[in-house]
């Protein structure tokens, strides 16, 4: 849920979106385990953030 909030909501804010992705990556993290595609999703959204 958190991801797809930080997906739609967002756009163009990366300080306030970058609590929430970290936020789903260690959801995803430890629910699913370091190679769900879920995981994959939120680190790759993370990695965006910070390059922007």
Do not use: K, N, W
């Amino acid at each position: 849920m958190a991801l797809q909030q930080v997906r739609g909501g967002s756009r163009g804010r990366a300080p306030e979106a970058r609590p929430l992705a970290a936020s789903a990556y260690d959801t995803c993290l430890a629910a699913f385990g370091p190679d769900a595609i879920r995981t994959d999703e939120a680190r790759t959204l993370l990695a965006r953030i910070d390059h922007t």
